[in-house]
């Protein structure tokens, strides 16, 4: 019977995961994830791994979120500093790390867009985007942050299998098979991807599968202990370029999936 082996959060967008034994899980998804992002001093872009040359470093921050205290706490870590979000200490010494003014927010502001920059290789643009030239950057929505919520791209969980996993570290010769390489929520031991529809209860949490996750240049990035690997992008565009929610294709590993019943989620849950 599948289950859940592992379960990620990410209080800051584009830092690194929380692995979690256990998590609250609300309509909005897991309880404290990416609440927080970085802002740019200069265009007020979110920062996000989507574009390497500005934000890629954001992947080696540390991030850890206190969220048993009636005012959660965030705490940074960055080349060897521990620092609370919301201090100008956190902003001096990540705008440091990042070599650009930053500014930490936890409000999703009207209009949130990031920097991205296309992956190379034709294949992992999605159709929609194919007035884009590969290697491009763009300026695009943050679609799935809206005022009042949380800074996600789409969709409110994202998960991979185990099973996925496999079959694409076969295509690769070993390398990419990693979970951390596609900063999911959750990890699930079953054979395959759920299909859009398919809804899975873990105990008392009901998820109903939204959409194949559209992939970016980030699981080729090194980070979350894992090398740089543009491999595992090259496996992408040849082999999961898939329909997407009738905006065209894209290459897609993983799914979205909405929180249609929320309660608490362990590790080691059936999912049924």
């Known amino acids: 019977m599948p289950k859940v082996v592992a379960l990620r959060r990410y209080p800051l967008k584009s830092a690194r995961a ?5 998590v609250d899980v609300e309509p909005a998804g897991l309880r404290g994830d990416r609440v927080w992002a970085c802002v740019d001093g200069q265009d007020a872009t979110i920062g996000s791994a989507k574009h390497p040359r500005r934000w890629g470093r954001l992947l080696d921050v540390g991030a850890t979120l206190r969220d048993g205290d009636p005012e959660p706490t965030l705490t940074l870590r960055v080349d060897g500093h ?23 927010i936890r409000e999703v502001p009207s209009d949130p867009r990031l920097h991205r920059t ?39 969980v994202h998960l991979v299998t185990t099973g996925a996993l496999s079959t694409l570290g076969a295509r690769t010769g070993g390398a990419g098979a990693v979970a951390a390489r596609f900063r999911p929520n959750l990890v699930l031991d079953a054979p395959g991807d759920p299909e859009p529809g398919q809804e899975l209860r873990l105990g008392d949490v009901l998820l109903r599968v939204v959409v194949p996750t559209p992939r970016c240049v980030v699981p080729g990035l090194a980070q979350a202990d894992v090398p740089a690997d543009r491999g595992v992008l090259s496996a992408l565009a040849r082999h999961y370029r898939v329909p997407v929610a009738g905006l065209g294709q894209a290459a897609c590993f993983g799914v979205y999936a909405e929180v249609v019943e929320p309660g608490r989620l362990r590790t080691g849950q059936h999912v049924h």
């Open 82 to 104: 521990e620092v609370r979000a919301g201090t100008a200490e956190a902003e001096t010494v990540l705008g440091h790390h990042l070599g650009r003014p930053v500014r930490l």
């Open 118 to 156: 296309l992956p190379q290789d034709a294949g992992l643009v999605p159709q929609w985007m194919d007035d884009v030239p590969p290697g491009q950057d763009t300026v695009t929505a943050l679609a799935g942050a809206q005022p009042g919520g949380r800074f996600v791209d789409f969709g409110a």
């Open 18 to 22: 929380e692995i979690l034994p256990e």
